[in-house]
């Protein structure tokens, strides 16, 4: 009897097992498309901005959305040089993954002891577009492994455009457009150089950081701008 039932145990564990590897693989697929489909289509919404409604509704906040998607002819050249200057300068030498820039992250590791982001704007954009902000290993092992497949299907200068305009560039702003009109007053095909580091150096913390405080990191960007020949 007791093998009997051990057997049946094994058998139902099996089932979830192939359950379990059958989802994945259709979730897997089914963000390979999306990812295809938006080479030809603007996303309507990101996980990140459908998760920050959800957070301001379970907090009580007040909650307004800023976004505009426009295409990258009406993004300031300059906005667009600052951001990959600032988020991922080997934007258009890498696949999806920028290994270089993940072993110098590694090495500052040992050095200092703190362990710094590393992640491309191909990595970020797949996050942004299917995932949320919270930390885990399943989204970060779905991220790498989404990243590279991305590159070919989506294209470098779309994954940029399509980063461009969804990113979060302050509480409920999102996307190069709105983050022009909210922070400065002006269409994003308008930003001066100077406004465009300024809106890149907050990047990395867009809910916490305003433009007008980020001095030493905007004359950083412009200064890495200047040095690349941009």
């Given amino acids: 009897m007791s093998g009997l039932i051990r057997s049946r145990s094994r058998g139902r564990l099996a089932r979830l097992l192939r359950w379990t590897a059958a989802a994945l693989l ?3 697929a089914l963000a390979l498309l999306s990812l295809a489909a938006l080479r030809w289509f603007d996303p309507l ?67 200092t002891g703190r362990l710094r982001g590393a992640s491309t704007i191909t990595q970020q954009l797949v996050k942004n577009l299917l995932f949320t902000t919270h930390r885990n290993p399943l989204r970060k092992i779905a ?26 560039w302050g ?36 809910r916490r950081r305003k433009p007008q405080r980020m001095d030493r990191y905007s004359a950083a960007i412009l200064h890495r701008m200047a040095q690349t020949g941009w």
């Fill in 26 to 28: 259709a979730g897997y």
């Fill in 45 to 111: 919404t990101t996980a990140v901005h459908i998760q920050r409604r959800i957070e301001a509704l379970v907090s009580g906040k007040q909650y307004r959305k800023e976004y505009t998607f426009v295409p990258s002819s009406r993004i300031a050249p300059s906005l667009q040089h600052a951001v990959v200057t600032a988020e991922d300068a080997r934007f258009y030498q890498h696949h999806g993954i920028d290994w270089q820039e993940l072993q110098n992250a590694l090495d500052d590791e040992l050095d």
């Fill in 143 to 168: 991220e790498w492994t989404l990243a590279p497949a991305a590159e070919p299907l989506i294209g470098k200068q779309r994954i940029l455009e399509l980063y461009l305009n969804v990113v979060e």
């Fill in 171 to 206: 509480p409920g702003v999102y996307g190069a457009e709105a983050a022009a009109r909210h922070h400065y007053g002006v269409p994003a095909s308008r930003l001066t150089r100077e406004q465009a580091a300024r809106l890149a150096a907050i990047l990395p913390s867009p």
